[in-house]
């Protein structure tokens, strides 16, 4: 058996009106591509999948927090959009928390190129 979810488990972590289908299905892609189906537990690749999903929803759809004090009032995002790769949403960073084998926080890792002339 492999690392499953459903729509019901990724909107517990990341409510929105957008239907998580498609992004568990890219979730899940992305999902046997870096970690693989058979490196974590079927339990805890659940969850990762789970993040994994809400991490994607959350870049298209990010969560607007506002915050006042006094009189002064402001609207952010945190790091939504900003090119960080997982580490730019919540979600994202328990995804790789919870990926004990380490290859989500690899795949974030930059890689070097050289091109010799």
């Known amino acids: ?3 499953t979810t459903t729509p019901e488990k990724v909107q517990a972590v990341f409510p929105t009106e ?27 690749g659940s969850e990762v999948l789970t993040y994994l999903a809400a991490h994607f929803l959350a870049v298209t759809d990010p969560l607007e927090r506002q915050e006042s004090v006094g009189t002064g009032s402001w609207t952010f995002e945190g790091k939504q959009g900003s090119g960080m790769g997982l580490k ?3 979600h994202g960073q328990m995804a790789m928390t ?6 989500l926080r690899d795949s974030e890792k930059r890689k070097a190129r050289f091109t010799v002339l």
């Open 18 to 44: 957008l239907d998580p289908a498609s992004f568990i299905t890219t979730a899940s892609a992305y999902y046997e591509a870096v970690i693989g189906n058979n490196t974590l537990s079927d339990a805890l």
């Open 98 to 103: 919870l990926d004990t084998s380490g290859k």
């Open 1 to 3: 058996m492999a690392a």
């Open 88 to 90: 730019s949403t919540q």
